[in-house]
Structures are given as structure tokens and as C-alpha cells.
């Protein structure tokens, strides 16, 4: 990630940095994540947290929420929910002779769902519309969600038993997909002597009100970016399309999403253009969950995606 500090001058970004700061007070030692999870946030993205149990996934998710002075709901995903268990059910009134539809969880401004992939594809699609559209069709009807609006889903890697397959077109609808990996040993030396655990956590108060997220929301559209930043995003994205080991390369929303990111990031850093650098490191964690490997479709072997980013950004030449 970039290293550039925030200007001070804004009271707006000095209460973004006053979130990143309550975030990492509990969450140690991994400043990458704690800034991949709020560019998801600015850029309007939902975030998906893959890793193995017990690094902080759900720590992460959890202090961002509590961070922010938002509605937030947590959906536990498990084997029997069902769809109705997400967006709502309708309820029949007997006073009034009517049904009443009683709103599901993903009706907040922060939801989490908790190991997304331990529930059935046909529940984890309850989801679709609300990421894509921010609205939920239920009965006829079309309801709007409030803004902002952002799903942090947190799964273990697919190799483990009792998980599903996320659908492409579920992980397309993710902003970012991010890996958070063991601590240093230092870090978790302080993890264990400090336990920020569930006390830290109801410690938090939020700093960020829901205006102040919508408006650096709506900030992030006017970051700058160069016509050589674009082409040099979209570069990256057609290697992707024609590469010998993958079936199907980064989608046009994944090449959306990872410019939106950079500026999410441009403005993180308190800047107001982006640079190289921004694209770059947004490249993997964004588009390495939407591309499918030629060996996973055909032998049931996978390539790990991210490493083979990875490679391209180490060989696309850089625009000055």
C-alpha cells in the first residue's frame, strides 16, 4: 500500500484517520487490511475476508461496524438458513387482515455475514440484488436499502470441510477480496498479553457519523485520474482475458471496481489524484477472486490466483 499520510487540514479526513486508528487499536499488526477493508467502505464496495479461522476476521468486521455511528446486523451462515432468514419474511396479521413483511438483517448499513460459504448457493444468492442493486424484491415489491450500504463477508478457505463453492457471479459482486494471515510474533505476543478480545471491542465508540461516510463516499468520484492511469488498469485487466491458465479473465466491473478502489485509496492517503501505485497494489486483492483457472475447470486442481497477479503487475510496465 501507499505510504503517503493524510492532510490534516480536513475535518473530514481527520475523522477518517481517527477511524483508522480505532480500528487498529484493536486489530494489531495488520495495517494492510485494516486499509483494504475501508477503501471497500469509500468506494462503495462489499468485502470479502478469506482466511483460515482465528486471525481476526471477524475482529475486523466487527470494529469497522462499531467504528461507525451506522446500523449493523451479523448473519451467522449455516447449512439450513434460508433466504427468507436474510431479507425478511411476510407475517400475517389477523387484527388487520393483511401481511405485515417483517424486515431480515440485511435491512442495516453494515451487514456481516459470517462464513458466507457454510450456507447453500441458493442462500448465499439471497444476497445478489442487495450487493448489485441495493434494493431487495420481496412480495411484489421493491425495497430500497439506506446508504451507505456494505456487506463484509468473512469465509474459510474452501478446502475445509462443510464449506460450498462461492458462485463467480456472488464474488464478482465483491469490491475487494482481502487475506489477512498470522500476525508477527511480536503482534502476537501483544495479542495475547493485552486479550483484545470482546472487551476491546465494546470499548470502541464510533468517531464517523452516516453523513460523514456518504460524503467521502460521494469525495471519491472526484479523485483524479489520469487517461495513462486508465489504460495502464486496463492493461493489466486484458492479460488477464488471454492468459494460458485462466478460463475467464477480470470482468469490465472488476476493471470498474479497481480504478473506483484506487481512487478510494487516492483518498485515504489525502490525496485527491491517483497514482501508480494506488492500482497496483488494488490489483490483486481486487480482480484475483474474479478470474476462474483453466486447471480448476478441468482437473480439479487450482492455481493460486493471487500469485499469478501478482506476476502480471511485476511485468506490466508502469506509465510515468
Not at 469490465?252 to 487516492?266: D, E, K, N, T
Not at 490483486?284 to 478470474?291: D, E, K, S
Request: one cysteine or more; hydrophobic letters at 40%; aromatic letters at 6%.
Amino acid at each position: 500500500m501507499a505510504t503517503e499520510t493524510l492532510a490534516v487540514s480536513d475535518p473530514l479526513l481527520e475523522r477518517l484517520s481517527a477511524l483508522r486508528t480505532n480500528i487498529a487499536s484493536v486489530f494489531l499488526g495488520k495495517p494492510t487490511a485494516v486499509t483494504e477493508v475501508l477503501v471497500g467502505l469509500l468506494s462503495r464496495g462489499h468485502v470479502l475476508i478469506e482466511d483460515v479461522p482465528g486471525v481476526g476476521k471477524t475482529v475486523l468486521a466487527r470494529a469497522l461496524a462499531t467504528s461507525l455511528d451506522l446500523s449493523f446486523s451479523r448473519i451467522q451462515l449455516t447449512p439450513d438458513l434460508l433466504p427468507s432468514d436474510i431479507i425478511g419474511v411476510s407475517v400475517y396479521d389477523a387484527q388487520t387482515g393483511a401481511f405485515e413483511f417483517k424486515r431480515g438483517p440485511v435491512f442495516a448499513n453494515i451487514v456481516l455475514a459470517d462464513e458466507i460459504n457454510r450456507t447453500t448457493p441458493r442462500t448465499q444468492s439471497a444476497l445478489l440484488e442487495a450487493m448489485n442493486e441495493a434494493q431487495v424484491s420481496v412480495d411484489g415489491r421493491t425495497l430500497k436499502l439506506d446508504r451507505p450500504f456494505m456487506v463484509i463477508a468473512t469465509q474459510n478457505p474452501f478446502e475445509f470441510e462443510g464449506t460450498y463453492f462461492l458462485p463467480e457471479n456472488q464474488l464478482d459482486r465483491f469490491a475487494l477480496r482481502i487475506r489477512i494471515g498470522y500476525p508477527s510474533r511480536e503482534f502476537e505476543m501483544q495479542i495475547i498479553r493485552e486479550q483484545p478480545g470482546a472487551n476491546r471491542l465494546d470499548s470502541l465508540r464510533p468517531v464517523m457519523s452516516r453523513e460523514d461516510v456518504i460524503l467521502l463516499q460521494d469525495r471519491v468520484s472526484r479523485i483524479q485520474v489520469d487517461d495513462r492511469l486508465v489504460n495502464y488498469a486496463l492493461d493489466l485487466v486484458e492479460i488477464t482475458r488471454g492468459h494460458e491458465l485462466l478460463e475467464v479473465g477480470v470482468s469490465p466491473r472488476g476493471a470498474i471496481s479497481l480504478v473506483r478502489c484506487a481512487q478510494a485509496l487516492a483518498l485515504l492517503m489525502g490525496r485527491d489524484y491517483v497514482v501508480p501505485d494506488d492500482i497496483k497494489s488494488l490489483f490483486v486483492p481486487t480482480c484475483a477472486h474474479r478470474v476462474v483457472t483453466k486447471s480448476y475447470l478441468h482437473d480439479g486442481h487450482t492455481v493460486n490466483t493471487d500469485q499469478l497477479l501478482g506476476e502480471i503487475v511485476r511485468n506490466v510496465t508502469v506509465p510515468d
